[in-house]
């Protein structure tokens, strides 16, 4: 199992066209979900799993990308609780080439300020080198305040609705108790603002259980854009959509 790692590129700002946007109204928290690996090394007549290796290039210019117009959490779905039902090769090529992703560029994104973390299950399916991987990534980034990017692994929205409730019903509370607050204080990331913007590449129009109760007010941007074609000029794009739209909350526009 052997690719081509991504050579490390330098971040440029110099010809980045963010000129249109509003620096004043830029979102918090971006999340997105990384999709189209599978088609776009499809349509080059290579295995689905060269997609996932030309996905790093997109992240890490996400990445630059919002270091340089200042987003401060990018939430990347990685891997959700259904892709183990993939084929056992190529579920066994995203559990290495994500560790060694990790291994890759943590100390280039420890050296851009950017704190690493981890949203999702640590079960028993996860190989034990990829949790040491992960936790070796988080614990060196911790204290990187530029922006936070955390991963998505073995997550699934519903499985985190389900884990917060276990807490939730474990920490004693009282049913009457239960409320908004209460249950997100048990989400895997409490202090995390919710999404403003969830980017979704390929031209599909789904969450597939994408941050399923943080998402409730967010905007969502779908583009045809496969991921490992997806560059920072990209996500401006979204950003831009973004900034036209008007989010009412349930309210009348003012
Ligand atoms: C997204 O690309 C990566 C993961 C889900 C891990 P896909 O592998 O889903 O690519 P498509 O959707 O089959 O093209
Ligand atoms: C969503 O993509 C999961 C990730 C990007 C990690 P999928 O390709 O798994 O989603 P579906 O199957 O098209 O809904
Ligand atoms: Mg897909």
Not at 103 to 132: A, H, M, T, Y
């Amino acid at each position: 199992m052997t690719f081509d790692p991504v050579p490390f590129f330098e971040p440029d700002s110099s010809d980045a066209p963010f000129s249109s946007l509003d620096l004043n109204r830029m979102p918090v928290h971006i999340g997105c979900v990384m999709d189209g690996n599978g088609r776009w090394a499809q349509k080059r007549g290579l295995p689905r799993t060269d997609g996932h290796a030309a996905g790093e290039a997109a992240l890490m210019d996400t990445i630059y990308g919002c270091l340089e117009v200042g987003v401060r959490w990018l939430t990347v779905y990685a891997f959700s609780t259904e892709n183990w039902r993939r084929p056992i090769d190529e579920v066994r090529f995203l559990m290495n080439f994500n560790e060694s992703l990790l291994l890759r560029r943590k100390d280039e994104l420890d050296q851009q300020g950017v704190r690493i973390r981890f949203s999702g299950r640590r079960d028993w399916r996860v190989p034990r080198k990829v949790l040491k991987r992960m936790d070796e990534s988080a614990i060196q980034t911790a204290k990187n305040d530029k922006l936070t990017l955390t991963i998505a692994f073995n997550y699934g929205g519903r499985a985190e609705i389900i884990d917060a409730v276990r807490s939730l019903i474990n920490s004693g509370i009282k049913a009457s108790d239960v409320n908004e607050k209460s249950i997100s204080k048990f989400l895997y990331h409490p202090e995390a603002p919710d999404p403003d913007l969830v980017v979704r590449t390929s031209g599909e129009y789904r969450i597939s259980n994408f941050l399923l109760w943080e998402i409730a007010y967010s905007e969502l941007v779908f583009t045809d854009v496969l991921w490992p074609d997806f560059r920072r000029e990209d996500l401006y794009k979204a950003i831009y959509e973004f900034q036209g739209r008007n989010r009412r909350y349930g309210k009348v526009r003012e």
